[in-house]
């Protein structure tokens, strides 16, 4: 079946197909696979970033083989079109991490801040280990000095939506990713 890709207005914006559902599929199976690798023996404790992340992680966990555990923290550091460059932690984490192996699950990277952020929170918590494996990395933008071992894509500088990610709250239910129309 050919798809045939129209754009989409969301509020004040247009957007294209960027990155279909199947390649975001394909994609997440390969993540997956080189997770359970590295994990063979182990039991990682998965922490997903809300709100952006529930997709992604959805999908992932479906591919993850070794006994894990999952949990979510929320962090905010967007408003509109662009971070505030700054991180609030709205919903903590319950979990003791001593001595566990921590795997961090986010939908976007872009600067990093909110990143750098969490990873800084978690190594205090004194785990076993922190990886973190992100769906999207913006690679211009991205600023700081942390391991991102698991990346799905590396995309430009462009405001996208889709498959967990939102646009002031919307687009975050459709299954392709979206970017902005030029």
Do not use: C
């Not at 479906?62 to 509109?80: M, N, R």
Request: charged share 25%; glycine share 6%.
């Amino acid at each position: 079946m050919i798809e045939i890709s129209t754009p989409m207005k969301v509020h004040d914006k247009e957007f294209e197909v960027f990155i279909n559902y199947q390649d975001i599929l394909d994609n997440i199976k390969s993540m997956a696979y080189q997770i359970n690798e590295d994990y063979q023996g182990r039991s990682p404790l998965f922490i997903g970033v809300l709100n952006g992340v529930f997709m992604f992680a959805a999908d992932l966990m479906k591919e993850i083989t070794v006994p894990s555990e999952i949990s979510f923290i929320k962090l905010a550091s967007y408003q509109d079109l662009a971070s505030t460059g700054q991180v609030k932690e709205l919903i903590g984490l319950k979990e003791d991490l001593s001595g566990k192996d921590v795997i961090i699950m986010e939908d976007i990277v872009d600067t990093g801040e909110t990143m750098h952020h969490l990873w800084q929170q978690l190594k205090a918590l004194e785990p076993r280990s922190v990886e973190i494996a992100t769906l999207l990395l913006k690679v211009d933008v991205f600023k700081k000095d942390i391991p991102l071992k698991y990346v799905g894509f590396k995309i430009p500088e462009k405001f996208v939506i889709g498959y967990g990610l939102d646009y002031n709250g919307h687009g975050r239910n459709l299954k392709d990713i979206y970017q902005i129309k030029e």
